[in-house]
């Protein structure tokens, strides 16, 4: 990248660049990398390394010059890719070493996830461990042999450079190929086996292993700070969310744990929405880059929590979230981008922290109380300036310090309005404006899940534009959806992901709306999805179509992370449709999805929390309820919200339109009661039968 310090300028303007005039190797200014459209890869087109895309081109190369391959995999909102960029991909000696001996392949992990998951699948069985960035040496034949994250350009605290290892690696391409084919069929034997053992057991114990998970949560569970874990420690809105469905004991460690981030610096205490992870165990430093996939897991997991308590503050924390996506992720297409980056001239969290002078000078009388509040002195809490916090609840606060608490918190909104008025000024991080099909997906869910429980409509209006978008120009004329969207549609189909998140974020809309339209394009979706992705053979699910560029081999890569198991998902789905449409097929099909990583649930059963859901499920039967009558009407909404503001287990929401009044039947296993026709005789029925308790 050039020396701009905005470097969303600069990707836009190389967006802006003509193109048409520039040859296929991009010239003198720039490498094949000019000719992306993921601002990753953009930032890395004036590299002198001679980057290519993946495809034919670079791998064409390969094979005829016979050269080891360099894929380095990143994305936008990484520091420590930047880090690696700086360093090394932009310093012409590094550059001269890997124009000589190697052919250079950048991925945008978000754009190629099957990519990333085959090879971060690699770096894990070499090495116990993944980050990015992530450096894969291969073979023309895209077969590795080495994996590395992470490098200086020169050794140092007895670290390795990459200097010495691109010439060691070189030495060793020509002098021993024997011993490169040997750590290329060492590493896919081990992929091929990994995938065989996962695979290759019976159901497991679902009582079992959800123990399992329950005691290892609170072996690692931090009961001072929140989290699980040491450091760095990431908010895990998969592990809260299935705690809040286990039990007082475990939703307390999940209420207690969404409290401590929401005081902590990992949330922005000024324009909302949570960074990636904190660096400490304390929720104070984090990593800065704020993600689409955090901020929809966390509005929804926020949600569980208030309709599970009734307490406001979770709810609170989720529109709170819903805000900022709205302000800072919304795109002009009404979809949302996928991420802020962390950097911002140059400099990791620059434009979140504050010198207390700075504060002082624009809050004027008012900055002694918003520093006491929020903890802000002259010596900082990080590196000499401070990330604000807010360890103290207002209304404790105010007690301490015999303050009223509503002049207090109308004093404590406007300072924070002044000083986020302040930092508008300063040069934004770099959004990363791609449309990415699944993450969309999450955030419909959360939006449409939001706005019934919380009665906003005009959450549910995002959340239909956004599928609304998804579902045109992310769709070609032959119905594939297709997987990102910047400046134009991708040419890189869906994977299985896209299909099984945008699906139950349709599911999740029909069930806001009572529209069955939302429904009949699941359906259609989730059609598709079992054409594209399943065998129909074993019943197993890839996780890239079968028309799509396959890996080397198969990786059992498939698991709950940072964000959720799409197998998981995709069996949820066919559950909530089997019901939904009185399909009892379909609930072996669910099963079938699970298959291929029924070995490791037991082995991990932390890593599969989604999938111990729908196995319960599966074995249970659901609460029904079932609308009749005029759908569209506000009885209708008041009865939908009525009904979805309660934490009820396992619910499927059927929807029978006909041209009467809004009525709602429930049905639990065994019986059915009356239908109902308002709110209120909702809520009774719900007590009298104690509905919440199954």
Request: hydrophobic share 40%; charged share 25%.
């Amino acid at each position: 990248m050039n020396s701009s310090l905005d470097t969303a300028a600069y990707v836009a303007s190389l967006m802006a660049i003509d193109k048409t005039i520039l040859p296929a190797d991009g010239g003198e200014r720039f490498n094949r990398l000019i000719f992306a459209r993921s601002p990753y890869l953009l930032q890395h087109a004036e590299n002198p390394v001679k980057w290519y895309e993946w495809g034919a081109a670079a791998f064409d190369r390969a094979h005829s010059e016979n050269l080891p391959i360099l894929l380095s995999i990143g994305y936008a909102t990484c520091h420590w890719c930047h880090v690696m960029a700086h360093e090394s991909f932009e310093d012409t000696e590094v550059a001269a070493l890997l124009s000589q001996h190697f052919v250079c392949i950048k991925v945008d992990r978000e754009e190629r996830p099957d990519i990333d998951d085959f090879y971060m699948a690699v770096a894990q069985t070499l090495t116990g461990s993944g980050g990015w960035p992530l450096n894969i040496f291969m073979t023309p034949d895209k077969r590795p042999f080495m994996a590395i994250t992470y490098l200086p350009k020169r050794g140092r605290n007895g670290m390795s450079g990459l200097m010495e290892l691109l010439a060691n690696i070189a030495t060793l391409w020509r002098q021993h190929p024997d011993k490169i084919e040997n750590n290329c069929r060492g590493i896919m034997e081990a992929l091929e086996g990994a995938r065989k053992q996962a695979g290759n057991e019976c159901a497991p114990d679902i009582a079992a292993a959800a123990e399992k998970s329950l005691q290892t949560l609170k072996r690692i569970y931090d009961p001072k700070n929140g989290g699980f874990g040491s450091a760095p420690k990431f908010p895990m809105p998969i592990y809260l969310s299935w705690l809040i469905g286990q039990g007082s004991t475990a939703c307390e460690m999940a209420l207690h744990t969404l409290r401590k981030m929401r005081a902590g610096g990992i949330w922005d205490q000024l324009g909302g929405g949570l960074h990636r992870y904190s660096v400490d165990r304390i929720w104070l430093a984090p990593h800065f880059e704020k993600m689409l996939y955090d901020q929809a897991m966390l509005a929804y997991v926020t949600i569980e929590a208030y309709k599970t308590t009734g307490d406001l503050q979770y709810r609170t924390i989720s529109e709170e979230i819903l805000v900022f996506v709205e302000q800072e992720l919304l795109s002009t297409e009404g979809a949302f981008c996928s991420a802020l980056d962390a950097d911002s001239e140059g400099v990791e969290g620059k434009f979140y922290v504050w010198d207390k002078s700075e504060i002082d000078s624009c809050l004027g009388p008012d900055a002694e109380l918003f520093c006491r509040f929020h903890e802000v002195t002259a010596d900082g809490n990080f590196e000499g300036q401070t990330i604000l916090t807010a360890p103290a609840a207002l209304d404790e606060f105010c007690l301490r310090h015999g303050l009223n608490f509503e002049e207090t918190g109308k004093l404590l909104e406007r300072c924070r309005a002044a000083l986020l008025e302040r930092r508008k000024q300063r040069i934004r991080p770099l959004r990363d404006d791609k449309i990415i099909t699944s993450w969309n997906g999450l955030m419909i869910s959360a939006l449409a899940t939001a706005g019934i429980v919380c009665n906003k409509p005009e959450y549910i209006g995002s959340a239909v534009r956004a599928a609304s978008f998804i579902l045109g120009p992310l769709r070609r004329a032959d119905g594939r959806l297709l997987r990102s969207y910047l400046h134009g549609a991708s040419d890189i189909p869906a994977f299985l992901e896209d299909y099984a998140f945008l699906t139950e974020g349709l599911l999740d809309l029909y069930e806001a709306t009572l529209d069955r339209t939302w429904l009949n394009e699941a359906r259609t979706i989730a059609g598709d999805l079992l054409r594209l992705f399943r065998d129909p053979d074993s019943g197993e699910f890839t996780l890239t179509g079968h028309d799509a560029e396959q890996m080397p081999t198969r990786v059992s890569s498939d698991h709950d992370g940072v964000t959720p198991s799409a197998l998981a998902r995709t069996a949820h789905l066919l559950y909530r449709l089997a019901w939904i449409d009185d399909k009892p097929e379909l609930l072996e099909t669910a099963r079938e999805a699970l298959n291929g990583i029924l070995g490791d649930i037991m082995h991990n059963p932390l890593g599969h929390l989604g999938a111990l859901q729908v196995l319960a499920l599966l074995d249970s039967e659901p609460v029904i309820a079932t609308f009749a009558g005029e759908i569209g009407t506000p009885q209708a909404m008041a009865l939908n919200s009525a009904l979805h503001k309660h934490a009820i287990k396992n619910l499927i929401v059927r929807c029978e339109n006909r041209p009467t009044p809004a009525t709602l039947s429930l049905c639990v296993p065994g019986t059915c009661y009356p239908a109902v026709s308002t709110a209120d005789e909702l809520e009774r029925l719900i007590i009298d039968t104690h509905l919440l308790e199954l």
